[in-house]
């Protein structure tokens, strides 16, 4: 069973893409607080958020093109009514 993706045990989760959204909106958040910190440490953390974020960008791209696949070649998923996964195995 998945934690937080939306599955046929867990048709109430969420999409990749939405969690790395939310994910990528707490960091920006975050970087807010302390793009004005002059120290050394703040700024390797920034730095470092400024690419986790590139890179969270880039899976939100991948994510969203995966649903895009998906919903194109099988519909959009139904997860919980008792439809088959539309991809790999139940």
Do not use: W, Y
């Amino acid at each position: 069973m998945t934690h937080f993706l939306i599955s046929e045990d867990n048709p109430d989760g969420l999409k990749l893409e939405d969690i790395l959204a939310a994910i990528r909106k707490d960091i920006l958040l975050r970087c807010t607080k302390i793009v004005d910190d002059k120290k050394a440490e703040a700024a390797q953390v920034l730095d470092n958020s400024l690419k986790i974020l590139n890179l969270l960008t880039e899976a939100i791209h991948l994510a969203e093109n995966s649903t895009q696949v998906l919903d194109k070649s099988f519909g959009p998923s139904k997860p919980g009514d008792g439809s088959p996964p539309r991809i790999g195995n139940p």
